[in-house]
Every structure is written in structure tokens, then in C-alpha cells.
């Protein structure tokens, strides 16, 4: 919801309202309202992560028909310009949809049907949640109360778990369905393809959770369990299963959130120390040539890159599309022409915005201008909506503070929201009376006034620019590279108008690229180091000849981004390289360790001795 809000603050000056062009065929062919293909129903480990705590048995596909219904009503929704409006980036725009007139906002945005929810006709029952009860009576529940490796360079982590045996089984199994349906929903899904609506700003409500990694995390430590009790052949597949869970992230067909991009981050770290600390347990020591240890450790794909610059992208393109499609699709060809004076787009734009309606571009600065100029005017038609208005305003702001200062406060309360609610319902009713009257003498309803503008000052030069600028860097040229701020602005700057790219630079989704790269390819410096710690200890490599073994692995044994070499000390054995000085690009629970202990610098492991 934040980046939608971000979007429509930034839409002022972007546009000039003279220029107008047909739309091209790209930008026409993207805004056709598309189903999500069949092929994406099935096999898919984002329906089943969404329907993890349906309490019924068809949990795995309960998700894919509560989304089809949903979607069928979201498009409906996209069609009679519901998406223009934006429910929850103001306060006041929220009191007036839903205190006003409906029949206005009905007008405007067409009605607004429900959406399915997982909870609903559940006939009593609970969707299910995860359980753990507090350790040695501790106020607060941490998850490393029974997954003691997710504490980074906590060299007695296993001894901790161990210790804690009884608390760790209880925790397990009072969640056994829930780390059973993990499995299951892993054994079964081929790709993780996140089930977006049109209606992006929808979708961003339903988009899982990241409890996925507290489940995860009690998941790796059942497998560590298992292998410290002597159970090392069923720990090490469990182990595989949350590999396999990662890398579904990265298969060709896979489309996910950021969100999950964020937690897959967290979970390949809490798996590479929890290898780290198996491998200096000794617990390991006769697994070496297992093939699942081998597949478990090994280094991800290269392309893993391109697959997030793919996820920001597609992001980008929803955020545009709930912004533009209604002026594209919707908001066209009035019946009538209408002319209107500059007080008439100010009061106009104004009783949009108030109601909540996300303007175009073009409408935007129109707005911007008109409300300068009403500042330097005397509008007769402005100044009778003052009036009208001025009196129920004062006295709806002051009600409240004045009563609590003569009122007790218990009794204060309940009289002042009462007030206060009173002088709202009558302010904007007077509001909408006055707008009511005054569309009548117009000729012209909201609908029509947003129709007729929208003709007016269009703009389509603004989208098929900023378009084109998301089209570009969707090429496999781009996709495969690092998209750093100063990358980007070099590679945009002659392709598209600068109005445009000033805006995209001022956008959070912009910078996702650059900090989205950093934080996984930060993280992949300490799966490296795990890697060649296994393979230094599966060929009892003796020190001395470390240095040449490093050497011989090239990028492997050097940092993701700077490719300086990982630094080496033979007499410690540690293998490190400094952590980033912007703590942001580091997984969450380091970058909060770092916060409170200043000394942790590196990522780093140790090698044993030969």
C-alpha cells in the first residue's frame, strides 16, 4: 500500500497537459484486463502457502478457488473504475467514502461487492496458528528459544537446542500438522508463481505472510534434532526439503512477491548456519559424499539475479496499472462536451480528491495550478462553498479538544465522539449538498465532469513513455544486470523524456533494484563460505594449501559484488569478508544482532585444521 501512495504523491509536474499522443500498441496490449492462465493453478507452492492454515482437508487448492472468484469480482471492480480510488493513503478521503453519499461514490467508482476470505464459512472452525509456549517462564516468545542457529556466530547453538530437548519436542508437536503440511506442500510444487489480481492494491492484501519463517525455522530445527539423536538419514532430507523450498523461488516459471523474495533471503541464511553448525558438530563427519549434503550446499545458479530484477519489474507494472488503466480504459469519451472555467476544474478536481479519486498525471498538475490561482482569485462559486461549509468545519475541529478541557475524562470521551461524529455527519452533509446543487446547475454529473476533463488534458504521452522506460529494462539485456542507481539513470536517460525518468527515480519500486540485489547477493557471500568450508572438509584440504584451493575457485571464494578475494587466516582457520556498511542489505535477524553488538563486522566461518 505504501508504494501506491508513494506513486500518486509523485504525480504532480510529471506531465505537460498540452501533449497528447495515441496510445502505443505495448501499452494497449498490457492494459486488456488478463485472467491468471490455468497453467498457474496447478503445482503452484503460492496456492498452498496461501491456504497453509485452512483448517479443512482441501487446504492445498482451497486458496485457487477463493482467487478465481475473487478475480471474476476484482476485474468487475477495474471495469467500473474502481480502481482510481485509493481508500487508505488519507484519512480524510477514507471519512468521506464511507460517511458520504453512496449514490455519488457509486457513480463514480461502481459498487463494491465483498471478497472471499480463507476464514469465512468456516462453520465454527479456526484457521490454524502457530503454537509455542514461553521458555523458562520468559515473558516474550522468540523464536530462537527452540532454533538456538538462528543466533549468527552462536558457536554453542546445538548445545543450547540440546539442552532444551524437552521444550524443542513440545513445540513440534504441538505444530505437527502445520510442519507436515510444509512438507507436503514442498513434495508437491514445482514453482512458486505469486496469483496477482488486476486490482494490484487487492492482491497486496493477500500476499503471505512471513510467519512462513517461523514455521521454517521450527522445521530446521526438528531436522537438526533429528540428526544430534542419530536420525542423520531423515534430518538431512528435511534439510533438502527447505533447499528445495528456496530454489523453488528461482525456477524458470516462478513469478513471486518481494515480500517472499524478503523472507527466502532469511530462510537461506537460517539453512547455511544451520549447516555451518552441523558441519563443526562432528554429526556430519560420515555424510561427506552424500549426495544430499553435496546438493544442499551447493552455490545457487547464477541467473538468481534476473529472476528479482523480473519480480521488481512485474511489481512496477501492476503499481502503474491500478494508476493509469482507468484514464486508459475507462475515463474516456464523454457523451456530451462539456467547457469548463478554471473555478469549475478547481472546484471539480477538488471534490475528486476529497473523495478519494487518484488523479491522472495531467489532472494532477492541472489541479496544482488552479489551486494557486485560486489563492490569487476571488471565485464567487469557491467562495459560496466556503460559506456553506465554514461554520459545521469550525465547530466539527473543535469540539472535541474544547470538551475534554471541561468535561471529566471518562465522560469526556464518550461525549466528545459522540459530538464529533454528530458535526461530521452534518459537515459532510452540508458538503455534499452543496456539491449536489451545484453539478445540477452544471448539467454534469462526477462522472461525466471526470470523463470531460480527462479529454481534455490527457495523459497518454506520460504512459507511453513511462511505459516504454519499464519495457526497457524488461529486455534480457537489463534483466541480467545489477541495477544500480547510477546504471540506470545512464542507461535511461537518452531513452526516455526526462520528466519521466525524474519520476521513476523518485519512486521506492526504482530503488528496490539496487537493494533487493544487495541483500541477496550480500547473503550468497556466506553460502559461499559454507560451500567451500564442506569442500575443504570433504578433501581434508591441509592449510597450507588453502590459499592455492581458493585461488583455483575463482568467483566462488570472492565477494558477490566487490570480487575482492574472501580474506583467509591460517592461523584461525577463519575464512571472512567484510559485512556491508548499510546494514539494510543484510538478512533481518543479522542486521538486528548488529544493532546491539557493534563487533560482529564479517560473515564468516571457520575452516578446520588438516
Given amino acids: 500500500m505504501m508504494k501506491i501512495i508513494c506513486f500518486l504523491l509523485l504525480l504532480i509536474h510529471v506531465v505537460d497537459a498540452k501533449a497528447s499522443d495515441e496510445l502505443s500498441s505495448e501499452l494497449n496490449e498490457f492494459m486488456v484486463l488478463q485472467p491468471i492462465s490455468d497453467q498457474y493453478f496447478e503445482n503452484n ?17 482451497a486458496y485457487r478457488d477463493i482467487f478465481k472468484i475473487n478475480d471474476e469480482t476484482l476485474n468487475q471492480r477495474a471495469h467500473d473504475g474502481r480502481l482510481i480510488t485509493n481508500y487508505f493513503a488519507n484519512p480524510t478521503q477514507s471519512i468521506f467514502q464511507f460517511s458520504a453519499n453512496k449514490t455519488i461514490l457509486n457513480d463514480l467508482f461502481g459498487y463494491d461487492a465483498k471478497l472471499i476470505e480463507l476464514k469465512d464459512d468456516l462453520g465454527g472452525q479456526k484457521l490454524l496458528s502457530f503454537k509455542q509456549e514461553s521458555l523458562d517462564n520468559k515473558r516474550y516468545l522468540y523464536t530462537k528459544d527452540f532454533f538456538a542457529c538462528a543466533e549468527y556466530l552462536d558457536n554453542l547453538c546445538l548445545t543450547k537446542m540440546l539442552s532444551r530437548s524437552t521444550y524443542i519436542q513440545k513445540t513440534i508437536k504441538r505444530n505437527q500438522q ?23 492494491n487487492a492482491s497486496a492484501d493477500t500476499v503471505p505472510s512471513s510467519g512462513m519463517i517461523k514455521l521454517i525455522q521450527l522445521y530446521l530445527t526438528d531436522a537438526i534434532m533429528k540428526i544430534t539423536q542419530g536420525d542423520v538419514d531423515e534430518g538431512l532430507n528435511q534439510l533438502v526439503l527447505v533447499r528445495q523450498w528456496i530454489d523453488l523461488i528461482f525456477h524458470e516459471k516462478s513469478k513471486a512477491a518481494l515480500l517472499h523474495f524478503f523472507v527466502n533471503i532469511s530462510v537461506t541464511q537460517f539453512l547455511d548456519q544451520s549447516m555451518n553448525a552441523l558441519l563443526d558438530s562432528g554429526f556430519l563427519d560420515t555424510m561427506m559424499n552424500d549426495a544430499r549434503l553435496q546438493w544442499i550446499v551447493r552455490p545457487y545458479a547464477p541467473t538468481i539475479g534476473k529472476k528479482l530484477n523480473e519480480v521488481v ?91 475534554y478541557n471541561t468535561q471529566s475524562r471518562s465522560l469526556d470521551r464518550r461525549r466528545g465522539l459522540d459530538i464529533l461524529q454528530s458535526r461530521q455527519e452534518r459537515f459532510l452533509q452540508v458538503l ?50 545489477h541495477l544500480s542507481p547510477t546504471f540506470l539513470e545512464e542507461t535511461l536517460k537518452d531513452k526516455v523524456m526526462p520528466k519521466t525518468l525524474e519520476f521513476a527515480q523518485k519512486l521506492s519500486a526504482y530503488s528496490d533494484f539496487n537493494h533487493y540485489w544487495m541483500r541477496l547477493y550480500e547473503q550468497q557471500n556466506y553460502h559461499q563460505m559454507v560451500y567451500l568450508k564442506y569442500l575443504v572438509m570433504k578433501d581434508k584440504i591441509p592449510t597450507k594449501d588453502i590459499p592455492m584451493f581458493l585461488q583455483n575457485k575463482g568467483d566462488i571464494a570472492r565477494h558477490t559484488i566487490s570480487k575482492n578475494p574472501y580474506l583467509y587466516d591460517p592461523n584461525t582457520g577463519k575464512l571472512s569478508t567484510p559485512l556491508p556498511k548499510n546494514n539494510k542489505y543484510l538478512p533481518v535477524h543479522i542486521k538486528t544482532l548488529r544493532l546491539y553488538d557493534s563487533s560482529i563486522k564479517n560473515f564468516e566461518v571457520i575452516f578446520p585444521k588438516y
Fill in 45 to 61: 507452492a503460492y496456492i498452498g502457502w496461501m491456504g497453509l492454515t485452512y483448517p479443512r482437508e482441501d487446504w492445498l487448492i
Fill in 178 to 200: 502445520l510442519l507436515d503440511r510444509f512438507q507436503v506442500l514442498v513434495e508437491t510444487s514445482q514453482y512458486n508463481y505469486a496469483l496477482f489480481h488486476n486490482d494490484f
Fill in 313 to 403: 519489474l512485474f511489481e512496477m507494472k501492476q503499481d502503474f496499472k491500478d494508476v493509469a488503466y482507468p484514464y486508459i480504459r475507462i475515463y474516456t469519451s464523454p457523451a456530451h462536451q462539456f467547457t469548463f472555467t478554471e473555478e469549475d476544474e478547481f472546484i471539480i478536481l477538488s471534490f475528486l480528491k476529497d473523495f478519494g479519486v487518484i488523479l491522472s498525471p495531467a489532472l494532477e498538475e492541472i489541479y496544482t495550478k488552479r489551486s494557486q490561482t485560486a489563492k490569487e482569485q476571488s471565485w464567487s462559486k469557491l467562495i459560496s462553498l466556503k460559506r456553506s461549509t465554514q461554520s459545521v468545519d469550525k465547530t466539527w475541529l473543535n469540539t472535541a479538544p474544547a470538551t
Fill in 432 to 481: 455534499t449538498d452543496w456539491y449536489q446543487d451545484y453539478f445540477q446547475t452544471l448539467g454534469i454529473s462526477p462522472k461525466e465532469a471526470l470523463l470531460s476533463l480527462n479529454e481534455i488534458y490527457p495523459s497518454i504521452e506520460f504512459y507511453n513513455d513511462y511505459f516504454n522506460l519499464l519495457q526497457i529494462l524488461s529486455s534480457d539485456k537489463y534483466l541480467q544486470q
